[in-house]
């Protein structure tokens, strides 16, 4: 079974561009998570999906930050303009679907590295 | 919203030796804690999804007790092994049913020299 792929693995942009961020679940995850992780920080938490829909996004810091998961399978998280204090890594997880989708192991991807000059 | 807190920051213990390490957050509504074990560049791996007071959990040389009336959990490693170097990290739920989403705390950062 593969497992959760996120791409790119690295990238390096200027102040004031746009990134987009991509994120592949394991197949037949309906439960999709971002999560961000800022230097020497905790990893946090940004947004959920189930299937399509935004379950939770009181994560996400601000208006420059787009989530999308339009078909319910992969996802994309765009920024838009970047800021020097979006650096980070950014994950995605998912987990299988049900009730109590939050007790369910959350399997996470590698994580893309966000570097923002 | 949860404050996590897990202690050590780090840790360097010899290859051989046993060692533990401790997560605390709020003891009052309680819906689950998973551990996870991180090395740098890789995915964050889950260990343990600990739902219940007393919960006691093993994979391999790997275990974790769970103490939700006082707040702690603690993640043992006996035999510690150069494999076993990476970031441990502890996450409760801050809601349960399908709502939750994880807490992390900052990690306790194991290495383990041969």
Redesign the interface.
């Known amino acids: 079974e593969a ?2 792929t996120q791409f790119p693995s690295h990238s390096v942009i200027e102040k004031g561009q746009t990134v987009t961020l991509r994120c592949d679940p394991i197949s037949g995850h309906d ?1 999709l ?1 971002w ?1 961000r992780r800022v230097m020497g ?5 940004l947004l ?1 999906f ?1 299937k399509e829909s935004k ?2 996004e009181s ?1 996400m810091p601000n208006n420059r930050f787009l989530a999308e998961r339009t078909g319910g399978t992969y996802s994309t998280l765009k920024v838009q303009p970047a800021e020097l204090e979006d650096s980070g890594v950014y ?1 995605c997880a998912s987990s299988k679907p ?14 893309t590295r966000l570097t923002v000059l | 919203i949860l404050n996590v807190e897990q202690s050590p920051q780090s840790l360097h213990v010899q290859e051989g030796d046993s060692t533990n390490f401790t997560c605390s957050f709020p003891s009052s509504n309680f819906y689950a804690l998973h551990w996870y074990r991180w090395e740098t560049a890789k995915s964050p791996e889950a260990l343990f999804v600990m739902t219940l007071n007393g919960d006691e959990k093993k994979k391999g040389r790997i275990s974790a007790t769970l103490n939700t009336k006082e707040g702690y959990s603690y993640l043992y490693i006996k035999g510690s092994q150069p494999e076993d170097s990476a970031t441990y990290l502890c996450a409760p739920l801050n809601y349960g049913g399908s709502q939750g989403n994880l807490i992390f705390g900052k990690g306790t950062k194991l290495s383990v020299k041969p």
Request: aromatic fraction near 24%; glycine fraction near 20%; charge should be negative.
């Open positions: 497992g959760v439960n998570y999560y920080k905790e990893i946090k938490f959920h189930v379950q939770d994560g994950f049900g009730l109590a989708g939050a007790y369910n192991e959350q399997f996470f991807g590698p994580g």
